[in-house]
């Protein structure tokens, strides 16, 4: 699955994409961004979900290159501690060089504050940082986020930084 491209962000340096999946069990298997690391805004709502159901969306962002995850939604604080717990099982067998996939949650924010974050403040671990070229905003299940989404990256891009 190819997310969509929407704009370049000067603050980052990234290109900057929108995904939207009609529901959580339907997230694929696999995802292409053209970019070897990549930061995530994971606007999702997962009171009802089952962990099985968030790992399925998470590991296939992991094995594309995510390095940061910006979780927005219902329940994000557990996405965000599921994010985590994949992050730590899926580097049990590796080297331990001290590096970290960043992980936030933002639950007492608005969408537009917490898309305003992503889009400035998601800066990566300093081993990936030459490598994020790419931000992904990604809306599972609630198409009504999918336009707040699209016009937040827009305008966001487009605002004078202070």
Same mark, same amino acid.
């Given at each position: 699955?190819?997310?969509?491209?929407?704009? @370049?962000?000067?603050?980052?340096? $990234?290109?900057?994409?929108?995904?939207?999946?009609?529901?959580?069990? =339907?997230?694929?298997?696999?995802? #292409?961004?053209?970019?070897?690391?990549?930061?995530?805004?994971?606007?999702? !709502?997962?009171?009802? &979900?089952?962990?099985?159901?968030? #790992?399925?969306?998470?590991?296939?962002?992991?094995?594309?290159? +995510?390095?940061?995850?910006?979780?927005? %939604?219902?329940?994000?604080?557990?996405? @965000?501690?599921?994010?985590?717990?994949?992050?730590?099982?899926?580097?049990?067998?590796?080297?331990?060089?001290?590096?970290?996939?960043?992980?936030?949650?933002?639950?007492?924010?608005? &969408?537009?504050? +917490?898309?305003?974050?992503?889009?400035? !403040?998601?800066?990566?671990?300093?081993?990936?940082?030459?490598?994020? $070229?790419? %931000?992904?905003?990604?809306?599972?299940? !609630?198409? =009504?986020?999918?336009?707040?989404?699209?016009? %937040? &990256?827009?305008?966001?891009?487009?605002?004078?930084?202070?």
């Amino acid at each position: 699955m190819h997310p969509e491209f929407i704009t @370049h962000c000067s603050v980052q340096e $990234r290109d900057l994409y929108f995904l939207s999946v009609g529901e959580p069990r =339907s997230f694929p298997d696999s995802i #292409s961004i053209p970019s070897q690391k990549f930061a995530v805004f994971l606007a999702l !709502n997962a009171a009802e &979900l089952d962990h099985t159901i968030i #790992s399925g969306i998470i590991l296939p962002l992991l094995r594309a290159g +995510a390095v940061y995850f910006c979780c927005y %939604g219902p329940d994000c604080g557990r996405v @965000h501690d599921i994010i985590d717990e994949e992050i730590v099982m899926s580097t049990l067998d590796q080297e331990d060089d001290g590096s970290v996939i960043m992980t936030t949650w933002h639950d007492d924010e608005t &969408l537009e504050d +917490a898309l305003w974050f992503f889009v400035m !403040n998601s800066y990566p671990d300093d081993k990936y940082f030459d490598a994020c $070229r790419a %931000g992904v905003a990604i809306s599972i299940g !609630n198409p =009504s986020w999918d336009d707040q989404i699209i016009r %937040g &990256l827009k305008d966001l891009t487009k605002a004078k930084i202070p």
